[in-house]
């Protein structure tokens, strides 16, 4: 049996880890000296009251390789295939987590640690087609193919509410996340070769979301395509959106997703983005 683990710097639809059977490593969210592991003593509500609550903003840090190991020997069995799944090695220590437990725990398990080179709900969906993949009998090759596809082929674009979170997180410049709050500009980023990379600043909520949406048609035109929506403590703005992806889109599949406790704690509530990819 195949074992998929993400962790949860990555994002799944709702249902998607009972039906597709995905292990979750928590991240550890870290605020006012206390660790708190994202979804087990830390859920969403929990997170965003304790940032209205709070002058401090929580940080976040990579399971440590002790984790992984007591993780990946709860969830299986000796002998068994382990594909792990996980953020970006250029944003997060957690890539290098993982090899050192699937180095440690080479004689128990076939650990095979993936870089998705991205994160949200980018991990998510390679979970799902993994687990799909491997439920029709496709070989292990077979499935890494797939995800390198989808790793090469993936758009993640999203815009931010505020820079409050990017600039306290180190993840944007003090002053021009400053000058950015001062003349209330919305700024595009994009993950491109698993980094974050400031784009186009728009000057409103509204103009942001288009061109969210102006980027999806440039980059697949009619391609047939498959789509996530990722919203932050803004479920109505992100169906919204999900609908004009459907609408504007030649869409095979497309979900709505909330972003991960690890990636808002730097991004900020209100953030919304649009991961999307080839069918083929």
């Given at each position: 049996?195949?074992?998929?683990?993400?962790?949860?710097?990555?994002?799944?639809?709702?249902?998607?880890?009972?039906?597709?059977?995905?292990?979750?490593?928590?991240?550890?969210?870290?605020?006012?000296?206390?660790?708190?592991?994202?979804?087990?003593?830390?859920?969403?509500?929990?997170?965003?009251?304790?940032?209205?609550?709070?002058?401090?903003?929580?940080?976040?840090?990579?399971?440590?390789?002790?984790?992984?190991?007591?993780?990946?020997?709860?969830?299986?069995?000796?002998?068994?295939?382990?594909?792990?799944?996980?953020?970006?090695?250029?944003?997060?220590?957690?890539?290098?987590?993982?090899?050192?437990?699937?180095?440690?725990?080479?004689?128990?398990?076939?650990?095979?640690?993936?870089?998705?080179?991205?994160?949200?709900?980018?991990?998510?969906?390679?979970?799902?087609?993994?687990?799909?993949?491997?439920?029709?009998?496709?070989?292990?090759?077979?499935?890494?193919?797939?995800?390198?596809?989808?790793?090469?082929?993936?758009?993640?674009?999203?815009?931010?509410?505020?820079?409050?979170?990017?600039?306290?997180?180190?993840?944007?410049?003090?002053?021009?996340?400053?000058?950015?709050?001062?003349?209330?500009?919305?700024?595009?980023?994009?993950?491109?070769?698993?980094?974050?990379?400031m784009g186009e600043k728009v000057r409103s909520r509204a103009k942001s979301i288009?061109?969210?949406?102006?980027?999806?048609?440039?980059?697949?035109?009619?391609?047939?395509?498959?789509?996530?929506?990722?919203?932050?403590?803004?479920?109505?703005?992100?169906?919204?959106?999900?609908?004009?992806?459907?609408?504007?889109?030649?869409?095979?599949?497309?979900?709505?997703?909330?972003?991960?406790?690890?990636?808002?704690?730097?991004?900020?509530?209100?953030?919304?983005?649009?991961?999307?990819?080839?069918?083929?």
């Amino acid at each position: 049996m195949l074992r998929i683990v993400m962790d949860t710097a990555g994002d799944l639809s709702e249902g998607w880890q009972k039906e597709y059977q995905i292990d979750l490593i928590p991240i550890n969210i870290i605020h006012e000296g206390k660790t708190y592991l994202q979804g087990i003593d830390l859920g969403y509500e929990d997170f965003y009251k304790l940032v209205e609550n709070s002058s401090t903003l929580p940080s976040t840090s990579q399971p440590t390789p002790y984790q992984f190991v007591e993780f990946y020997r709860k969830i299986a069995k000796p002998g068994e295939t382990i594909l792990s799944i996980h953020v970006t090695e250029k944003l997060s220590g957690t890539m290098a987590s993982a090899n050192q437990a699937a180095e440690e725990l080479k004689s128990e398990f076939h650990i095979i640690p993936f870089d998705s080179a991205s994160g949200t709900i980018s991990m998510g969906v390679m979970a799902k087609e993994a687990q799909e993949l491997d439920r029709t009998g496709k070989s292990l090759d077979e499935i890494i193919k797939r995800l390198e596809f989808i790793r090469s082929n993936t758009m993640l674009v999203f815009t931010l509410d505020t820079l409050k979170f990017a600039s306290m997180s180190g993840r944007v410049k003090h002053l021009q996340a400053s000058l950015a709050s001062l003349l209330k500009v919305k700024p595009i980023i994009e993950l491109k070769d698993g980094l974050v990379v400031m784009g186009e600043k728009v000057r409103s909520r509204a103009k942001s979301i288009d061109t969210l949406l102006e980027k999806m048609k440039q980059k697949f035109g009619n391609q047939r395509i498959k789509a996530a929506v990722i919203h932050a403590h803004d479920k109505e703005a992100g169906l919204e959106v999900l609908h004009r992806v459907i609408s504007q889109n030649n869409c095979a599949e497309a979900v709505l997703a909330e972003l991960s406790i690890s990636l808002a704690a730097n991004f900020g509530p209100g953030t919304l983005g649009i991961v999307a990819y080839p069918v083929e």
